[in-house]
């Protein structure tokens, strides 16, 4: 008799350990299949659903880079003089805006001095000179004057006529007036003028300072023709072109944005791989520039054709992203997907990659509220 009893016991506890694991396995069973979500006809009437395969398409991708601000040649002015001087007046420091003909240097030196006490004695010579050509042509006219003192004094007259120009030429570039030079009128510093009006950049000289003649004082821009230098590396080179536009912002303030356009390409790479890529600012969009300002750079290219979908056929559900397929008539299934970029409302579905298959493009978040609902109710 307790042999028959034993041998019940067993077959009783084998039996409820049978039964466990088949719990076991549905309950897994289950949960594998939690990314299935299936309507009846009677549900499906209450969503509103589209469908597409993947379609290949061209979208812009966004390449982010770095720029600075840059001056043409033509836009930047060394200030020198010819001559040189002891600087006798300079009142301007970096950042100060300066109008095209406004005195900004002023210098003195005793040569000046000299060159309108040469031009003054040239030009008194030059008359007597002239004087004397007249009566030797005149005498020579009535044979009393040999043509060889004829030719000395027009001779004469001509050599100081070519001094008296040549001194003139000097004392402009000096920005004296030759007019203006008189026996009561010699003076002994010269103006330096602003060639363009822009703004101070650099001042390299200070009062009594001597300067020579290729010696710079300061240094004049104009900011408003500013260049965006754009680091561009070469990996990213072959999707920059010529006339392409950019928009720029500081860190500052990134909502304000500037609009350039590409005008040329370097084709030396740097030592930090990149090259020198220069956009003209066509609209700074009220940004006040200056010499070495940082800008971040925004650049769409076109990429390679991809697989995209409508934006809203990706629904965003506990940090990742995922898209409905169609897998029959009433049944959809959630699948995670990577995205790339976006562009004119499609999204680049970078996996999975096989386009044979159908996705919900509308009414892809209804379908997720139906399956949480329905989770929660299991």
């Not at 050599?159 to 040549?166: F, G």
């Not at 030429?169 to 009561?184: A, D, F, G, Q, R």
């Not at 920059?240 to 500037?258: D, F, M, R, S």
Request: charged share 20%.
């Amino acid at each position: 008799m307790k042999k028959y009893i034993v041998l019940i016991c067993t077959t009783l506890l084998v039996m409820s350990c049978s039964k466990k694991e088949t719990k076991i396995e549905e309950t897994e069973q289950v949960a594998t299949d939690t990314s299935i979500l299936k309507l009846t006809d009677a549900q499906l009437k209450n969503f509103v659903l589209d469908t597409s395969t993947f379609q290949n398409q061209n979208l812009p991708t966004t390449i982010r880079l770095n720029a600075k601000t840059e001056v043409t040649p033509q836009n930047t002015v060394s200030i020198t003089n010819p001559f040189g001087g002891y600087v006798k007046k300079i009142a301007l420091i970096p950042g100060n805006y300066v109008k095209k003909g406004q005195v900004i240097v002023v210098l003195e030196d005793p040569q000046y001095i000299q060159t309108q006490e040469e031009y003054l004695t040239t030009k008194a010579l030059l008359e007597q000179a002239s004087a004397d050509y007249v009566r030797q042509k005149d005498l020579n006219a009535d044979k009393t004057a040999s043509d060889k003192v004829m030719q000395q004094a027009k001779a004469t007259q001509q050599t100081l006529l070519i001094k008296k120009r040549s001194l003139e030429e000097k004392l402009k570039l000096m920005n004296i007036n030759p007019s203006s030079v008189s026996l009561s009128n010699i003076r002994r510093t010269i103006n330096v003028y602003a060639p363009m009006s822009g703004m101070v950049s650099e001042v390299f000289a200070n009062l009594g300072q001597y300067v020579s003649p290729a010696e710079a004082m300061l240094e004049i821009i104009n900011p408003n023709t500013s260049l965006l230098n754009v680091k561009v590396f070469e990996k990213d080179l072959g999707s920059v072109q010529i006339g392409q536009y950019l928009k720029a912002y500081t860190n500052a303030n990134p909502e304000q944005k500037l609009t350039a356009q590409i005008s040329s390409i370097s084709n030396q790479v740097n030592q930090d791989g990149t090259v020198d890529v220069f956009a003209r600012i066509t609209n700074p969009n009220g940004i006040r520039m200056t010499v070495n300002m940082y800008f971040n750079v925004e650049l769409e290219v076109n990429s390679l054709q991809v697989n995209v979908l409508p934006e809203d056929a990706v629904v965003h559900y506990e940090g990742k992203d995922y898209v409905f397929e169609l897998q029959s008539k009433n049944q959809f299934k959630l699948i995670p997907v990577t995205i790339g970029t976006s562009a004119n409302k499609m999204v680049e579905i970078k996996t999975p990659s096989n386009s044979g298959k159908i996705y919900v493009t509308k009414g892809a978040y209804n379908l997720l509220n139906a399956m949480k609902n329905s989770g929660e109710e299991q």
